[in-house]
């Protein structure tokens, strides 16, 4: 499968019309596109798309306009690439990241014992 069968044709101008005009639809249009790229993501990804959507989602339900959504997602985003556990410095110094991780506690694991049936 090349690149032009996985993606499907957008086109912005309707998208844009339909967001005016039918704010409603569009919403919908739009979170059933998320769920379907999602959907198609592998399995390992798909928690921390989840999650990360999740975010973007109160980021805009909290923002007072589409513009300052718009700047705190964008600036959400940066952080990560350039914050301080962030992506550039990750690849710049990838194996103080991996001493770090190797270095993390293990967490404590609890032994549940099922209740003794009373028969």
Same mark, same amino acid.
């Given at each position: ?7 499907? #044709? $957008? #086109? $912005? ?12 639809? &569009?919403? !919908? +249009? ?8 999602? !959907? ?8 921390? +798309?989840? =999650?990360?959507? @999740?975010?973007? #989602? ?5 923002? %007072?306009?589409?513009? !300052?959504?718009?700047? /705190?997602? *964008?600036?959400?985003? @940066?952080?990560?690439?350039? =914050?301080?556990? =962030? /992506? &550039? ?14 270095? !993390?506690?293990? %967490?404590?694991?609890? *032994? &549940?014992?099922?209740?003794? *049936? =009373?028969?």
């Amino acid at each position: 499968m090349d690149e032009k069968e996985k993606i499907p #044709d $957008f #086109d $912005f101008d309707q998208w844009s019309r339909i967001a005016r005009e039918e704010p409603e639809k &569009f919403e !919908a +249009m739009r979170q059933d596109m998320i769920n379907e790229l999602i !959907a198609q993501a592998p399995d390992h990804l798909k928690p921390r +798309m989840t =999650g990360l959507q @999740w975010q973007v #989602d109160q980021i805009r339900k909290q923002a %007072g306009n589409p513009m !300052a959504a718009c700047l /705190l997602i *964008s600036q959400k985003m @940066w952080a990560n690439v350039l =914050g301080e556990t =962030g /992506l &550039f410095k990750a690849l710049q110094e990838p194996k103080k990241i991996l001493h770090t991780l190797e270095q !993390a506690p293990a %967490g404590k694991v609890l *032994s &549940f014992e099922r209740p003794k *049936s =009373g028969k």
